[in-house]
């Protein structure tokens, strides 16, 4: 058993599939590119194109979802800690 075997052994999810991410941060400027270059490096066929947003009633924060072709646990692992981490993200779901 190899370790993408392992990995997908650990999730209900069936690999690859559509796996709609969203970020929530602040309505700064830049923060929408730098997501979708976040989001490029873990899944670089990634169609920045697609991403959909949304502002806050308030317009102080903005949503942004991104579909990627999810195609292990350890790439979404690996995708949502470093958008967690990044300090314009307020919350991923």
Same mark, same amino acid.
């Given at each position: 058993?190899? !370790? *993408? !075997?392992?990995?997908? *052994? $650990?999730?209900? #999810?069936?690999?690859?599939?559509?796996?709609? @991410? /969203? @970020?929530?941060?602040?309505? $700064?400027?830049?923060?929408?590119?730098?997501?979708? $270059?976040?989001?490029?490096?873990?899944?670089?066929?990634?169609?920045?194109?697609?991403?959909?947003? /949304?502002?806050?009633?308030?317009?102080?924060? &903005?949503? &942004?979802?991104?579909?990627?072709?999810?195609?292990? /646990?350890? *790439?979404?692992?690996?995708?949502?800690?470093? @958008?967690?981490?990044?300090?314009?993200?307020?919350?991923? #779901?």
């Amino acid at each position: 058993m190899n !370790d *993408q !075997d392992t990995n997908n *052994q $650990e999730t209900l #999810l069936e690999f690859p599939c559509a796996f709609p @991410i /969203k @970020i929530m941060g602040r309505m $700064e400027d830049g923060f929408v590119a730098t997501m979708v $270059e976040v989001v490029l490096r873990h899944a670089p066929d990634f169609d920045a194109a697609s991403v959909t947003m /949304k502002a806050s009633s308030s317009n102080k924060y &903005l949503s &942004l979802t991104c579909t990627i072709n999810a195609t292990s /646990k350890r *790439q979404l692992d690996d995708l949502y800690r470093e @958008i967690s981490a990044h300090p314009l993200v307020v919350m991923a #779901l």
